[in-house]
């Protein structure tokens, strides 16, 4: 166990930590919020219980003696992956935080059962197999990343968000995986029982709950800060830790000299507003470059969220300054923020006999066309209408246009390579398609189904991951407030009027962020925290992709398809099509398999 030390900084929080019975022993990464709360809890059912540190895995243990593993685990704000094992039942119990914050993979190989918080240890152990999952392969190209409980290694998986796995010494090699957590069951237990209060009730909910989540956030041993992107989240947040400060907060953020990428300039303008101790970097495309030949190393497998570059950068800047840092991540897919959450329902409600004509003209012009035409008409435009790449996002639109579904709609959104791009060699043994429309029933909105099903896959999967991935490789610790248990339990229970509201995402949030900050300072179209990789690969990027896409080592490794890749290559070289999504996940693999 390596400890980045963040509550009780003395050998008193070292572990691995026995119980006062020494029944159970744990191994713990991540933190308990209201670890203060459980332990007035123990100390009232015992007052002569005696502590010998301050840190929350002692206060884990104690938890474990006192009301088992599960009901523990249910008490617990916060985010971890934990292991205890249970000397009395000789039982293994790991454990991941709700939402999937902190990593935990296991699995058998051979006759070795192994469990970590990282790939690259269980690739130390002698009985590592090392053998890349197809299925898992397939996954990761359609989504970008490979999707819980696969992980790319055959038998070994990542656990499950909200769930407990036990394995006892028995012999017979049995794994029982249990929830304690159930999102889409809490989120229509709040359907049943719907907020019925007034807007202003609503947005003082919110704020008090905010206030209180970023509080309990904010307890720490070390110095601590934020990343403030200048959006909706991250600003919230940003605001709330200044309003109650008596010192300036520490705030962080990254830019890039393209300005259609850059918004540091918005951070900036926040951070001077709210009176932050503001730290900025402008990256250049070398710095950034530099970066990813540490990618494979710090995902452990293929990983595919471009975003992923500047999430290290802010991270490594950061830790110069503070060991924690506080972030907007969770309020996309719990406040509805996607666009696709708007677009879905209307382009599926529109006429078939017009959506075929609309989607032929939108095609008529090359997405460097489009670019050059919005270049002009640019200032034109009303601002909800300033967006990035609007050549591509014209030709994205004609393809969603084909399809006759909110379902279809959606998914095709959230793929990056389809079976039918035959990208694989064999498609048709490796490819998994999973539909988890149909899983989430009882939910009548299909805005509700796909912030849900995002919350399950893309938050934990992808936000999370690229977010955990990058700070712990340079030791800072994130958290994210918005992940409150009290939090999301109340936002369940608000009806889609106050995410989505005339046409405009994370209603409440936009209102409760104008009661900290002036509205010019936050009006903007969502940007995102991107890279500019399709110029990248056009520019100086291009021989390094070039030299992945090897034809005779692509040919040899014999997972993909060559002549399909090259086709995408050549034609965003052209500038005829950005394929950018597409060609980083190939490259990414390709480097991440290089390494290998």
Not at 312 to 319: G, T
């Amino acid at each position: 166990h390596s400890r980045l030390s963040i509550l009780d900084l003395s050998k008193n929080g070292s572990q691995p930590m026995f119980s006062s019975s020494n029944r159970f022993v744990t191994v713990f990464n991540g933190e308990i919020y209201n670890h203060g709360d459980l332990r007035a809890q123990i100390n009232s059912g015992n007052s002569s219980f005696q502590w010998n540190g301050s840190s929350d895995t002692e206060t884990l243990v104690a938890g474990f003696e006192k009301w088992g593993v599960l009901q523990t685990l249910e008490k617990c704000v916060g985010m971890f992956a934990i292991a205890v094992w249970d000397k009395k039942r000789k039982c293994l119990s790991l454990a991941r935080d709700r939402f999937g914050e902190k990593p935990l993979y296991y699995g058998y190989q051979g006759q070795a059962f192994l469990f970590s918080s990282e790939l690259k240890a269980l690739k130390k152990h002698p009985s590592f197999s090392g053998e890349i999952d197809r299925k898992a392969l397939a996954s990761f190209f359609h989504y970008g990343y490979v999707p819980n409980p696969q992980s790319i290694y055959k038998g070994i998986h990542k656990l499950v968000p909200g769930t407990i796995v036990e394995i006892s010494l028995d012999g017979k090699h049995n794994i029982d995986i249990s929830e304690y957590f159930n999102y889409k069951k809490i989120v229509q237990e709040g359907q049943n029982k719907p907020f019925i209060g007034s807007d202003k009730d609503a947005l003082s909910t919110l704020d008090n709950l905010l206030v209180n989540a970023v509080k309990s956030q904010e307890i720490s041993d070390v110095p601590l800060g934020a990343f403030l992107s200048g959006g909706i989240d991250s600003s919230i947040i940003v605001s709330i830790m200044q309003k109650h400060s008596k010192r300036p907060v520490n705030t962080f953020t990254i830019g890039y000299d393209e300005a259609n990428y850059n918004e540091a300039v918005y951070a900036k303008n926040i951070a001077t507003h709210l009176g932050t101790k503001h730290t900025e970097k402008i990256v250049s495309p070398t710095e950034a470059i530099e970066v990813i030949d540490h990618l494979s190393f710090i995902y452990d497998e293929p990983f595919a969220d471009s975003s992923q570059i500047p999430t290290y950068l802010v991270s490594k800047l950061a830790r110069e300054h503070v060991s924690v840092s506080l972030s907007g991540d969770g309020a996309d897919e719990i406040f509805g923020g996607y666009n696709r959450y708007l677009w879905a329902d209307n382009i599926a409600s529109m006429p078939s006999i017009i959506r075929k004509p609309i989607s032929n003209c939108l095609t008529m012009l090359t997405p460097s066309q489009w670019d050059f035409l919005f270049k002009y008409l640019w200032r034109l435009l009303p601002k909800k209408l300033q967006i990035k790449m609007p050549g591509d996002r014209a030709h994205k639109l004609a393809l969603i246009l084909r399809y006759s579904s909110t379902k279809d709609i959606y998914f095709s959104l959230t793929a990056i390579w389809n079976i039918k791009d035959n990208l694989l060699l064999k498609p048709e043994e490796v490819y998994q398609y999973s539909d988890k429309w149909n899983e989430v029933s009882g939910i009548e909105s299909s805005k509700y189904k796909m912030m849900i099903i995002d919350a399950l896959t893309y938050l934990s999967d992808d936000i999370l991951c690229k977010v955990d991935r990058a700070s712990m490789s340079v030791s800072l610790e994130t958290r994210a407030p918005y992940l409150d248990k009290n939090l999301i339990e109340f936002a369940s229970t608000l009806p889609m009027k106050y995410k989505i509201r005339d046409g405009q995402s994370k209603w409440i949030l936009r209102n409760l962020l104008y009661n900290y900050l002036p509205r010019e300072l936050v009006e903007r179209p969502k940007m995102g925290f991107g890279v500019p990789i399709d110029s990248w690969l056009r520019g100086p990027l291009r021989p390094w992709a070039e030299n992945l896409l090897n034809e005779s080592k692509i040919k040899a490794d014999g997972y993909i398809n060559y002549d399909v890749v090259k086709q995408k290559f050549d034609e965003h070289l052209s500038g005829k099509r950005n394929w950018q999504y597409m060609l980083w996940s190939v490259l990414i693999f390709q480097s991440w398999l290089n390494k290998e």
